[in-house]
């Protein structure tokens, strides 16, 4: 399988998943919550519900290469857009996780673990793009958004698991399923998010702890950021060697 073939097939399967969640939102009030937390705290759901459905349906277009070329005065100002709505998703579904988990604590840890690995990318991404870091911008929001796109693939763990055992919502195995396909989804998301980011990762781009893509010159010297090399273990091997 070529790269071509992979990035097709990547973004046939975001797009999918994308439709699959801008879908939960539209149907969420056409169907009784299976939460009855959701009913102490309406104005809080909403704000999670739409706005994490918005999000679905423009984040992807964020990453389409062609639209960022010919387009960037849209690109930049829908991801301004897009962070602000980000962590309002983000900050509501963590008061959900930990004010009303339908899983109790396991839920809790879940959504608080990926919840603010949610927010940090975002922010992360954010901070980078203002500083002039293109490549990091892309990474760190390629990590946000697939961790927003994990509650897509969360539903199609959940749902299929839930008539397989006929699990009813009073019962405490509901929360179970529940919290298995939430750590499930967001785990397999995190781990292609990091998979694809070293694949396309260009060579000499800065990674996350400021190194060079490329570590290592001539000299065996690793450069860090600002230009400057810091000695590596080729150089101190040549050192001690005399």
């Known amino acids: 399988m070529t790269n071509r073939d992979i990035t097709l097939a990547l973004g046939a399967a975001v797009g999918i998943l994308a439709l699959v969640g801008v879908a939960a939102s539209a149907t969420h009030y056409i169907q009784e919550p299976y939460n009855p937390g959701f009913l102490r705290f309406p104005t809080v759901v909403a704000l999670h519900v739409v706005l994490g459905g918005v999000y679905l349906a423009l984040a992807p277009f964020q990453f389409v290469k062609r639209i960022r070329s010919r387009h960037l005065a849209y690109h930049r100002r829908i991801g301004r857009l897009l962070v602000a709505i980000g962590v309002m998703v983000g900050a509501t579904a963590l008061f959900m996780g930990f004010v009303i988990p339908k899983g109790g604590s396991p839920e809790r840890a879940v959504i608080g673990l990926f919840g603010t690995l949610f927010l940090f990318a975002l922010v992360k991404g954010f901070l980078h793009i203002r500083a002039g870091r293109v490549s990091l911008h892309r990474e760190w929001m390629i990590r946000a958004f697939a961790i927003g796109l994990a509650i897509a693939t969360a539903r199609l763990i959940f749902f299929p698991a839930l008539l397989i055992t006929m699990a009813d919502p009073i019962e405490e195995r509901f929360g179970t399923l529940l919290v298995v396909s939430l750590?499930?989804?967001?785990?397999?998301?995190?781990?292609?998010?990091?998979?694809?980011?070293r694949s396309t990762r260009r060579s000499g781009a800065l990674t996350a702890d400021g190194m060079k893509a490329d570590e290592g010159t001539g000299n065996g010297a690793r450069r860090i950021v600002g230009g400057g090399l810091r000695p590596g273990w080729r150089w101190w091997r040549r050192r001690f060697r005399g």
């Open 183 to 197: 750590a499930v989804a967001f785990v397999l998301h995190a781990s292609v998010a990091e998979l694809w980011i």
